[in-house]
């Protein structure tokens, strides 16, 4: 089993940045590829990010690509995503997610999920 806690949430005003943080516990030996998801109220979970053991492989849904960046530390079993040029559209709860590679969590085929971390961006 795997434990993913987030953290780093808040409020911040449009062209603000947050920093969320992904900390993985349990068998974390081979977490395998992180991720991060979002959904706001009334709507789909969506794919925000991805980023494979190594680091070497990232993904990015196209409504964030050049505002955040996903990074991971694994000696910390943390992983992270920096949110820059923050829209109030990108208001909206945001779950840490593991799977065996980057194009399993594109599809949705998650081992584990955290409970997420809520962020709202004022306009």
């Known amino acids: 089993q795997v434990r993913l806690v987030e953290s780093g949430g808040g409020l911040v005003q449009a062209g603000g940045s947050l920093r969320l943080s992904c900390a993985a516990s349990g068998r974390t030996f081979y977490l395998g590829a992180m991720g991060w998801f979002r959904q706001a109220p009334g709507k789909d979970r969506e794919f925000v990010a991805a980023i494979s053991w190594s680091g070497s492989t990232t993904n990015y849904a196209d409504s964030v690509k050049g505002r955040f960046t996903i990074s991971r530390d694994n000696d910390k079993n943390t992983t992270y995503l920096q949110m820059n040029s923050l829209k109030p559209e990108d208001t909206a709860v945001y779950y840490c997610?593991?799977?065996?590679?980057?194009?399993?969590?594109?599809?949705?085929?998650?081992?584990?999920w955290g409970q997420g971390t809520q962020v709202t961006v004022s306009s």
């Open positions: 997610a593991q799977a065996r590679s980057v194009a399993k969590l594109s599809r949705f085929a998650i081992d584990y």
